[in-house]
């Protein structure tokens, strides 16, 4: 069963928009979420995170929100750039010891210039 | 560029060869990983290593050996896979192990069994 959940296996955006990127959860009990972007050929680039205790953290043009109540957590990018096109990843890590991160399935997105 | 250096790139070995994926971080990190990434889908953790001891093994097969001789390095021995072992190996660090610390990802050595 996937405690974390990324329903959009797509997203395409106009330059200069916004994109809005979402992830759902299953297990209360996460103590962070991270945003992951990964190009092709390439690993996975951490992004932004936040801690279960925030609603928010921005860091330049890149704002996590997290709604605790509906397990739901949004990457929103402003302004989109076409540079920004990627698989963008959600995770978080199980708690505890352990330090793995458990990935969603991932959203591609497409910045069109 | 990334931090985490993973050689080789590429990888194609026959089921009967024995070969050795290789990992580098120079960060200070304590704690290293192993994961797998299949074509579309996203990367799923093998190995978790802290402070050099094995953490934990999420049931990965006895073909595939994990070795930590540093706090640098991560090695991953390959012995007798399966054409379904085909896929791209990521190796990832953090500062410790645990509290959200965000992990570091090398680019992967994409493996192919004939």
């Known amino acids: 069963d996937q405690q974390v959940k990324q329903n959009s296996p797509s997203l395409s955006v106009q330059e200069g928009r916004i994109s809005i990127l979402n992830c759902d959860y299953t297990?209360?009990?996460?103590?962070?979420f991270l945003w992951y972007k990964k190009y092709p050929a390439e690993g996975p680039t951490f992004l932004i995170s936040?801690?279960?205790?925030?609603d928010k953290n921005e860091d330049g043009r890149f704002t996590v929100f997290l709604n605790k109540s509906a397990k739901h957590l949004s990457l929103h990018i402003v302004p989109s750039q076409p540079g920004d096109s990627a698989v963008y990843f959600c995770a978080a890590p199980p708690g505890g010891s352990q330090g793995n991160l458990i990935f969603g399935k991932g959203t591609k997105l497409s910045v069109k210039p | 560029d990334t931090e985490v250096t993973q050689t080789p790139k590429h990888l194609v070995m026959g089921m009967t060869n024995k070969k050795s994926l290789k990992c580098e971080q120079h960060m200070g990190h304590r704690a290293m990983y192993w994961y797998k990434q299949k074509a579309k889908k996203p990367p799923e953790l093998m190995f978790v290593y802290s402070y050099e001891k094995l953490s934990i093994n999420e049931s990965v097969p006895s073909r595939f050996s994990p070795e930590c001789p540093n706090s640098s390095l991560l090695n991953l021995h390959l012995h007798a896979l399966q054409p379904e072992d085909s896929a791209l190996y990521l190796c990832a660090s953090s500062q410790v192990l645990g509290g959200g610390q965000p992990q570091h990802f090398g680019d992967g050595t994409r493996l192919s069994i004939l």
């Open positions: 297990n209360s009990m996460f103590d962070y």
């Open positions: 936040i801690s279960s205790i925030k």
